[in-house]
């Protein structure tokens, strides 16, 4: 009596192999899409976090200084005190110790008044252009879950 009886085919068939061939196929068509997409909704996410950060540097300014940077100050006024009308009179920064940019590498906007709420600061998304859908879309501090400025 064998202890291990001989097998007829040690290796894989043409068909099993062209099986297995096709699952990987079918995972790998619906896995890459996905994978694809992430970089794009990291720097959504990553926009909408700096976003927030510049609203509470911006609010922590306004609560010290009784309004926000002006449009002309931009928000550089929250790394260093600003030395163009209206200065600021209690500034107590630097609020930031740099102003981040966009995922995309570009400056954030800053508008006061803002067009959606007191003060804008957003990003023209991917494509850098007004508008946009998707990744191209701007994201703003006027449409984030904890609301725009005070």
């Known amino acids: 009596m064998e202890l291990h009886p001989r097998r007829r085919n040690a290796g894989f068939t043409a068909l099993e192999t062209f099986a297995v ?4 196929a079918i995972l790998a068509a619906l896995v890459i899409p996905r994978v694809m997409e992430r970089p794009d909704e990291a ?8 976003l927030l950060l510049l609203q ?12 926000y940077p002006a449009t002309g100050q931009g928000l550089e006024a929250l790394v260093a ?6 200065e600021p009179t209690n500034w107590r920064g630097p609020y930031l110790q740099q102003v981040p940019k966009d995922p995309w590498n570009r400056h954030y906007q800053y508008q006061s ?13 991917a494509d850098g252009h007004p508008g946009g859908e998707g ?5 703003g501090n006027w449409s984030l879950e904890h609301g725009g400025a005070n």
Do not use: C, F
């Not at 990744?135 to 994201?139: G, P, Y």
């Open 56 to 67: 509470e540097a911006l609010n922590r300014y306004k609560t010290d200084n009784g309004r």
């Open 113 to 125: 008044p803002g067009k959606q709420s007191p003060i804008d600061v957003y990003t023209l998304g």
């Open 43 to 50: 720097r959504v996410r990553k926009a909408k976090a700096d």
């Open 81 to 86: 005190r600003p030395s163009e009308a209206p």
């Open 135 to 139: 990744v191209d879309t701007d994201i």
């Open 21 to 24: 061939l096709v699952i990987v």
